[in-house]
């Protein structure tokens, strides 16, 4: 349950923040300075793309080299990015950010079925949006893979005058909320700061989204005819909760090819809203689920690096960018005690970091609770949302490989072959010269022997018999009845070591690759050749560093498809 403890202490202004954080001059006293900058340039990278050299980042922060340096060290000691070579490169850890908005916000997880429900039986993609001040957020995508395919992801900001929920969020918005619209409107009239969408020399002017607000409040559903892009229509409808108050827009989005605006409106309108009164059934009767709070010792470790690095990391950056993580799943909203109490932190110390992410716009607060905004999102989430299992694997796999100077390699399972959707080699003479795409009978590899080993005995019978083992050396194993013991010991091992059943003098080690629900999906391995190692030195040097390389795949596999769907390739 959400703690109510308040204390006099507790209250901070209630003010939400300016769009981008205020001028100099509206700075709080007591706000973090390096937490400021940190964000900046964890917002900087995120507008980027998720990578930039420190000396882009210093170009576009205004900040000292030096002081990009020690907020990316500092970063990177987190685990949010990677200094890899000249670049910084967003990590897929950072999305616990937005996965602790996300969490908080319930939406994704029990709406999201429904939004998959309704893509399936329109065959159109359906989104999930939230307002954010005077634009609109994206909180689930459910797209349909076509040649002409949404490409807007989760955490993508929208002007709101641009897009079917921006009318319905426009519906509630005071005198105040307008006032800031036009004043960004002014400031910036072809919407260049939304990057997410092409700027228009010719945007609606504010009589014509003050008449598509109208008809929203009226209607109670809202059209975007082309306004984000020639071909693009959607239409949305508010979803509300038990006390009548918008939680989100669901939107079905189509393309000009398949749809009209108003064939659009025929067509979706009432499965729309039958879909919209299921999940507004569902907020209504799904239990708020219990907080589970288990501080990390944080004092003890930001401590500990400040040791190990000395003036490289900054303990009030990774302090401030912690307490954003206070929030989740039961705890939507937390008072000052309780969210130091989340992130093990003095009560002086997130005091501080909330004044600043008050400010920011990325936390607000009322009566004393604090809350997370949409805002959070587009501090990496964007770009790392879109990350695909070889994408988040690669730099484990280019680590290993450094480590253990043998080539590495990512495969899934495709029926009875393994195929190889990532691959890291290092420069040897006598090297194992494989491709990304190279595909192989699962029964002769290591890779496709964990794969086998994880599924059903039923499914892993029917794919060994499909495969009509055949032997490729003289080594290969090729009775079904003794490679069915052989993945029951693989399965108990949680590893498999092939040597020279694929190819003579081949020797491969492979662990499997497990989501969030523990399913293996993928494979790694080493590769050798005989001559570099006994197998008894490769199950001694080389398979604990193997497991630990997938330990991080599988850390940052959880992170990133927690609120998204990772692809395999």
């Not at 202004?13 to 300016?18: K, T, V, Y």
């Not at 990590?91 to 996300?102: D, S």
């Not at 080594?475 to 090729?478: E, I």
């Given at each position: 349950m959400p703690d109510t403890n308040t204390t006099a202490d507790d209250a901070l202004?209630?003010?939400?923040?300016?769009a981008v954080g205020g001028p100099a001059d509206d700075l709080p006293a007591e706000a973090v300075g390096p937490l400021l900058r940190g964000v900046d340039v964890l917002r900087r990278l995120t507008d980027a793309g998720g990578r930039l050299s420190p000396g882009d980042l210093v170009r576009s922060t205004g900040?000292?080299?030096s002081t990009v340096d020690r907020v990316t060290q500092t970063l990177a000691r987190m685990g949010y990015l990677r200094l890899d070579g000249r670049d910084a490169a967003l990590?897929?850890?950072?999305?616990?950010?937005?996965?602790?908005?996300?969490a908080a916000l319930r939406v994704p997880g029990l709406l999201g079925p429904h939004a998959e429900h309704l893509a399936d039986a329109l065959d159109e993609s359906v989104s999930l949006a939230v307002p954010d001040r005077d634009g609109i957020r994206f909180v689930h995508q459910s797209t349909r893979r076509r040649a002409m395919s949404l490409s807007f992801r989760i955490g993508d900001l929208l002007p709101a005058e641009r897009t079917a929920p921006g009318a319905l969020f426009a519906t509630d918005w005071d005198e105040a909320a307008w006032a800031r619209w036009r004043k960004r409107r002014t400031a910036d009239p072809q919407g260049l700061g939304f990057l997410a969408v092409p700027p228009l020399e010719d945007t609606p002017d504010e009589a014509h989204f003050a008449e598509r607000t109208r008809w929203a409040r009226e209607q109670g559903w809202a059209l975007d005819d082309q306004l984000i892009e020639p071909g693009l229509v959607a239409l949305a409808l508010p979803v509300r909760d038990a006390a009548g108050r918008p939680v989100c827009a669901v939107s079905v989005v189509s393309h000009t090819s398949r749809h009209s605006a108003a064939s659009l409106r025929k067509t979706v309108?009432?499965?729309?809203?039958?879909?919209?009164g299921e999940m507004e059934k569902e907020l209504r009767e799904s239990p708020v689920e219990e907080a589970v709070t288990s501080p990390a010792p944080l004092a003890s470790w930001t401590s500990a690096s400040k040791q190990e690095l000395g003036a490289g990391f900054v303990e009030s950056l990774a302090r401030g960018l912690t307490v954003l993580t206070a929030f989740g799943a039961g705890r939507p909203e937390l008072t000052l005690t309780g969210v130091a109490q989340a992130c093990g932190l003095a009560r002086a110390t997130a005091r501080r970091a909330l004044i600043t992410f008050v400010h920011l716009g990325y936390v607000e607060a009322r009566d004393g609770m604090f809350r997370p905004t949409p805002r959070v999102l587009g501090l990496g989430f964007p770009p790392l949302s879109r990350l695909s299992l070889p994408q988040i694997a690669e730099p484990h796999l280019a680590a290993l490989a450094q480590?253990?100077?043998?080539s590495t390699s990512l495969s899934v399972l495709t029926g009875t072959e393994i195929q190889y959707t990532a691959r890291v080699a290092t420069s040897r003479v006598m090297n194992v010269n494989i491709t990304v795409g190279t595909r192989f009978p699962a029964y002769a590899t290591s890779m496709g022997r964990v794969l086998l080993a994880d599924l059903p005995e039923g499914e892993r019978a029917a794919l060994l018999a499909a495969s009509a083992p055949q032997a490729l050396t003289p080594?290969?194993?090729?009775s079904v009845e003794e490679l069915t013991a052989l993945l029951e010991q693989v399965r108990e091992d949680r590893y498999a070591m092939t040597d020279g059943e694929l190819e003579e003098g081949l020797r491969s080690v492979a662990v499997p690759v497990r989501d969030r629900t523990g399913v293996a999906v993928a494979a790694v391995n080493v590769a050798m050749h005989s001559s570099r190692r006994t197998a008894a030195e490769v199950r001694t040097e080389v398979l604990p560093a193997l497991r630990s390389a997938v330990a991080g795949i599988e850390g940052d596999l959880a992170q990133a498809g927690r609120f998204t769907r990772t692809t395999a390739c």
């Open positions: 202004p209630a003010d939400g923040g300016p900040l000292a080299r990590t897929p850890r950072l999305m616990e950010l937005g996965n602790a908005y996300l309108l009432p499965q729309l809203r039958l879909a919209v480590r253990v100077h043998d080594r290969t194993r090729t």
